[in-house]
C-alpha cells in the first residue's frame, strides 16, 4: 500500500507564496512521476505540474512563470513552489504519483486547501 500526505497549504494573500510538499510512504519500488492537481469549488480537477523520473516538468499555462515543480527521490518528495499567487489559484491541490510496487499504480493524496486573499 502506497500513501500520499500534502502539507504546506494555507491562507496567503495576494502576491505572496506558498510550498506545498507531498511525501510518499509504502512499499515504493520507483516512482515514474508525481504531480500536482487542483480542484475549485464548482470546477474540474485540473493539472497543475508534474515531473517524470528524469527531471522533465510541464506546467499548465496558468502556472507557467510562477510556480516550479521539484522532486527529492531520496525521500520520495515533490514540491511546488508557488509565488506571485493569485486569487485564482485558491482549490485544493492534490498529489499525484505514478508509482510501480509490484507493477504500476496511481495515486492521490487527500488534498490540501490554498487560499489566496484579494
Known amino acids: 500500500q502506497v500513501q500520499l500526505v500534502e502539507s504546506g497549504g494555507g491562507l496567503v494573500q495576494a502576491g505572496g507564496s506558498l510550498r506545498l510538499s507531498c511525501a510518499a510512504s509504502?512499499?515504493?519500488?520507483?516512482?515514474?512521476?508525481m504531480g500536482w492537481y487542483r480542484q475549485a469549488p464548482g470546477k474540474q480537477r485540473d493539472l497543475v505540474a508534474t515531473?517524470?523520473?528524469?527531471?522533465?516538468?510541464n506546467y499548465a499555462d496558468s502556472v507557467k512563470g510562477r510556480f516550479t515543480i521539484s522532486r527529492d527521490n531520496a525521500k520520495n518528495t515533490v514540491y511546488l513552489q508557488m509565488n506571485s499567487l493569485k486569487p485564482e489559484d485558491t482549490a485544493v491541490y492534490y498529489c499525484?504519483?505514478?508509482?510501480?510496487?509490484?507493477?504500476?499504480?496511481?495515486?492521490w493524496g487527500p488534498g490540501t486547501q490554498v487560499t489566496v486573499s484579494s
Open positions: 509504502g512499499n515504493i519500488f520507483s516512482i515514474k512521476a
Open positions: 515531473i517524470s523520473s528524469g527531471g522533465s516538468a
Open positions: 499525484n504519483a505514478l508509482i510501480i510496487t509490484g507493477m504500476l499504480n496511481e495515486y
